[in-house]
């Protein structure tokens, strides 16, 4: 197992913000990582880099890089496959690779950047799917019994952007891999996202493919959201708030254009990035960081920004919100201090 002291994360994380670690190891088997949690007590586990904030220049706690592999297929049945993949793989690698062995199911998860293993943790979703609507079961390693343990989607807790590794299991369970339902005869598509529709008409495209979506996903994210190898981000950095629908009727008085989708009898979610575009952000630039022209939720690292501006970039936007409109942002990054 490789081990590194002292190193530069920013290779590592899609803010590419300046942070040395005291000590990474590089962990490409089930067996490797037992090894690593006997003998470390409190590590932080990096898959893509792609959800995370270092605050803090240096890193005191031991980092454990998850580069387990491995794409096989476990059960094969009339309509569909379980397909197990390792926590390491890279998530759009693997999406593109469904796409080429004919299944469906992850064509709108296109793009997405990160691990396999980091995407049951938020339960990652655009465009109309969210992963628990494919996701078969999570086999992850308990730090508390140490042992091995497998969950089948219908225990691990998916909500929006949650589950119990974010919650009440943060930092217990470390996502060994993942199995897949994924469609092979029979497919259906999700395309009730309208610029999906949009895309597709335009290209004069009838007969949806899990290829052209996901080339349609592609085309649409690509040209809102900022390519983290050109300019830092991790995404949205807010979650969408969900507040009661009572309170979002009195909200209409002052802001008649307010946008809203309908959860359920009683709530709503409204956009972040329309609330912070209200506030004056998008296409704002602080120092080296700021909220992103083409998509205000997006913060983005304009190349020198430390965790720490970030940090403080965000929450002056969060303040903003709750002054503005009275509603709580929560981000969805996860932020080590
Ligand atoms: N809007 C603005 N200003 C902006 C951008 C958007 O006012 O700068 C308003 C528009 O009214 C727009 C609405 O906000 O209709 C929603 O925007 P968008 O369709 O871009 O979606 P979102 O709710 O901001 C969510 C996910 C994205 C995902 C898209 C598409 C969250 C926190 N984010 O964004 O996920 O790609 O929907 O499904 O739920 C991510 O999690 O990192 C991420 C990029």
């Known amino acids: 197992m490789r081990v590194e002291e002292n190193i530069d994360l920013s290779n590592f994380l899609s803010f590419s913000n300046e942070v040395v670690a005291k000590e990474v190891y590089f962990v490409s088997s089930v067996a490797e990582l037992q090894s690593v949690l006997n003998q470390v007590d409190d590590p932080i586990i990096l898959g893509g880099g792609s959800n995370m904030l270092f605050t803090n220049s240096n890193v005191q706690r031991t980092v454990v890089k998850i580069e387990i592999l491995g794409i096989e297929i476990l059960v094969k049945e009339e309509n569909y496959d379980l397909i197990a993949v390792g926590a390491g793989e890279n998530w759009h690698n693997f999406v593109l690779w469904s796409i080429e062995n004919n299944y469906s199911g992850l ?48 225990e691990c807790e998916m909500a929006y952007r949650e ?24 497919h259906s598509y999700n395309t009730s996202y309208g610029a999906i529709e949009e895309f597709l008409e335009k290209k004069g495209e009838k007969d949806y493919s899990a290829k052209s979506i996901s ?5 649409i994210r690509s040209s809102k959201l900022p390519d983290p190898k050109q300019l830092g981000n991790a995404g949205s950095f807010f979650k969408n708030p969900i507040i009661r629908k009572s309170t979002y009727q009195d909200l209409l008085r002052s802001f008649p254009n307010m946008p809203s989708y309908n959860v359920d009898d009683h709530l709503v979610k409204i956009p972040a990035a329309w609330l912070i575009d209200q506030c004056g952000w998008r296409g704002k630039r602080v120092g080296e960081t700021g909220c992103y022209i083409g998509q205000a939720l997006v913060i983005v690292n304009y190349g020198k920004a430390t965790g720490e501006e970030i940090f403080t970039h965000a929450m002056n936007v969060k303040s903003s919100v709750l002054n503005k409109f009275g509603i709580e942002i929560i981000p969805e990054v996860n932020i080590f201090q």
């Open 215 to 219: 080339e349609a996903v592609i085309a």
């Open 163 to 186: 589950s119990m590794f974010k919650t009440k299991h943060k930092g217990r369970f470390v996502i060994t891999d993942i199995v897949l339902k994924l469609q092979k005869a029979n």
């Open 107 to 154: 064509e709108n998860l296109s793009l997405i950047p990160g691990t396999v293993g980091a995407a049951p943790i938020q339960n990652i979703g655009a465009y109309g799917v969210e992963l628990k609507d494919v996701l078969h079961s999570v086999e992850a390693y308990d730090r508390e019994s140490k042992s091995l343990k497998t969950f089948h989607v219908s």
